[in-house]
């Protein structure tokens, strides 16, 4: 059988704007299946990540270090929502910081009060909560 013309291309052939354009637009717990499966997409998806100004984690509950890691990697975070079934007080503070300017929390039910001082002194533009 004769080779095509037309070589398969890897992701490596594929321009990065391209393969960031495709992650953003999957959601947040596809994003980390892909990471997680395949080796070739993690660093393409840590980079799409960088990139997100919004991070909807509303479908799953995520830990604290699953958390840290997840946000860490988003530079430009401006919008976080965010489940914290399996969250306290403590891990709560890894997002906080003056790039917040709208947070959802959700199911808060291991948090303290105090958390809403800590929220208004650490995300000074905060515009909605």
């Known amino acids: 059988m004769e080779r095509s013309k037309m070589e398969i291309v890897g992701l490596e052939g594929l321009p990065t704007s391209l393969i960031n354009e495709i992650l953003l637009k999957l959601e947040t717990e596809t994003l980390c299946s ?7 997409l993690r660093c393409a998806v840590s980079e799409a990540l960088s990139l997100s100004s919004s991070l909807d984690l509303s ?4 830990d604290a270090q699953t958390l840290n890691h997840l946000v860490s990697r988003c530079k430009g975070l401006k919008t976080l929502t965010l489940d914290c079934l399996r969250l306290d007080d403590s891990s709560t503070t890894i997002i906080l910081g003056p790039h917040i300017q ?3 929390l959700l199911r808060c039910s291991l948090m303290l009060y105090r958390l809403l001082a800590s929220i208004g002194e650490s995300c ?3 515009r909605y909560f």
């Open 102 to 104: 709208e947070l959802n």
């Open 34 to 40: 892909v990471a997680c499966v395949f080796r070739a």
């Open 124 to 126: 000074p533009n905060l």
């Open 59 to 62: 479908a799953f509950s995520p």
